[in-house]
């Protein structure tokens, strides 16, 4: 199986490139085919031009290699912090230009954009690690758990990728090396159970 990872992060030595790296390597111990980007190492560009914005323009070759990865794959991994209840701007961004209408999704003929699009993803599961400083009870009950919402119904539910799941592993910054240890071994439990 064709499997997409991608990483958002800027810190080289942060934990969401332990995670990164712990799922890379389940992932093709199982024998998956891995598609990997991490998008700040390779100064991914998440200005979305006005001109891109339309199905019918061409888009640059990195964005359309982009595209290509997205289209191809059967499985996504995202990994990312929790920055304000939000993705970093360089994955919002990545949404923005990849996740194109004609490669993630369509309206059917005649519709100008008001209805409900139809999702084009063949990705029959996506899943989504994030980190965060707010334990999981203030975040569900204060902001709503909006990552849930945005990642699960916005993105992949309206593409086509309804097996979703999302782990957070908080709170980051007090954790213990032991605890960090656990976390990856979780990661790496679930894909596996996702992705065998």
Request: net charge negative; glycine share 8%.
């Amino acid at each position: 199986m064709r499997i997409l990872v991608v990483l958002g992060h800027p810190a080289k030595g942060s934990f969401n490139h332990a995670i990164a790296e712990t799922v890379v390597e389940a992932l093709r111990q199982n024998g998956h085919e891995v598609v990997s980007h991490d998008l700040y190492k390779e100064k991914f560009d998440a200005i979305l031009p006005a001109w891109e914005i339309s199905k019918e323009n061409k888009t640059d070759p990195h964005i359309e290699k982009h595209c290509k990865d997205l289209i191809e794959a059967e499985g996504i991994v995202i990994i990312h912090p929790n920055w304000w209840g939000q993705p970093p701007a360089i994955l919002k961004g990545w949404v923005d230009r990849v996740f194109r209408p004609g490669v993630a999704y369509k309206f059917i003929e005649g519709d100008n954009g008001e209805g409900v699009p139809v999702g084009l993803l063949k990705a029959r599961a996506a899943i989504v690690f994030n980190t965060s400083n707010t334990p999981f009870e203030r975040e569900s009950s204060v902001f709503g758990d909006p990552l849930e919402t945005l990642w699960k119904n916005c993105i992949f539910g309206l593409c086509g990728v309804n097996k979703f799941y999302r782990r957070t592993f908080s709170v980051v910054v007090t954790s213990s090396l032991p605890e960090r240890k656990n976390w990856l071994a979780e990661a790496e439990q679930l894909i596996t159970s996702l992705f065998p």
